[in-house]
């Protein structure tokens, strides 16, 4: 075993070419799935925790009622005692905020925007004192200031108000349908511009005080959602389990969700990207087994004389077909160390400073809530898959030109040239 082990190790060193070529090529295949898988799941985690961060929450209590009909924000089936509930999710050490959700026309005055309109737009009322223990768009304003809760004001997506021409001061009007069917009209000025790290809200957001909405709209305390947040290593079963524990008590008829069943769109969306991506992977290593078979065939069809003296010194076929097999061993080894070695450096500026993908992300929906910097990660199961899967591909890759060589008999390997 030892001469075997000897002679694959003086067979890579006296064909340094061959080996340096074929490394190489297995390195920069290596290097590419790791840069590639380490952006895509960059990207998913960042978009969940965007999602999170900016549209759903971790928890969302909601009627059932509403939550059957939710894609028309029915204000009429709402919660009756938002405020008793918060109080005792916030005893029990839960940040808790209420929102209203309701669609309304929003009209545009040509003094202000050079034309009159109207476009229909989904508005958010907030809890000023309590949704920036939930959301963080206070964090991401851009112009102008948060929302005040007596008065008449709006905060706007960066992306929207680009769309419509929006700015600082501009007064708008929203026609909406209340509590009970009549429809009001809400006068607003915009305070204030986001620019949040989710495009999704960043293309339609507009915010406004919930105390507004409860007068104008006759909500009579009641809101269409209560959002909670919990920490990235939270079990949402486990926290939605208890959270009905202490609801259920205030108040009947209640559907708790997490933020995954809210984001089942998304989600599915992430699946199959994850799918298309294995697909892509899959076909590298097709190309690089390929390359590395080729490299093989073409190695031991020039030395079939070679191979042919050493069966007539009476090496049996097995011990030919490994020292083969242990020599493109080697040069997967040599190629996964150095791919491995290569794309964990790379890989590097991408966790800490990402890539700005925000030239082609503005005006296109990719799927991720991602605007523009899309970082990478770390994901050391995919790494030790890249060094295990160049080293067995490699010897895999040999076995199969060593296996047709050797089916070739002494003397035609003697006289082959």
Known sequence: ??????????????????????????????????????????????SMRNLRWYETASIRIMNTDYWNDRLSFPLDEGIQHPDKIIEVLQKNGYAATSRIQFFADMILYGEDFGEDGNIPALVTAIDTESDNDVFRFEHTLVK??????????????SWFAEDIGAE?????????????????????????????????VNRSLLMVPIQLIDDYLAMEKTVTEINIALSDRADINEEIEKVKQLVDPIEKNMTIVGWEELAQDFLAIAE??????????????????????NTMLMAIYERIRELGMMRALGMSDSQIRLTFILEAGGIGLIGSIIGVLLGVLANIPMVVYGFNFSFMLRDMDIGYRIQSIMHGSWNPISILVAFLSGFILSMVSAWIPTRRALKMDIPKCLQYR
Not at 180 to 194: M, P, Q, R, S, T
């Open 1 to 46: 075993m030892k001469f075997i082990i000897s002679l694959a190790f003086k067979n890579l060193t006296r064909y340094k070419r061959r080996t340096i070529i074929t490394a190489i090529a297995i390195a920069i295949g290596l290097m590419m799935y790791i840069i590639v898988d380490s952006m895509l799941m960059g990207a998913e985690a960042e």
């Open 144 to 157: 102008g200031t948060f929302l005040d809760p007596d008065r008449h004001e709006a905060v706007i997506g």
């Open 168 to 200: 600082l001061g501009y007064h708008i009007t929203l026609l909406a349908r209340g509590k009970g069917g009549f429809f009001e009209a809400i006068d607003v000025k915009i305070v204030g511009i986001v620019n949040c790290p989710n495009p999704n």
């Open 272 to 293: 199959a990207k994850r799918g298309g991506t294995s697909i892509i992977l899959l076909l590298v290593f097709i190309i690089a087994a390929v390359g590395i078979s």
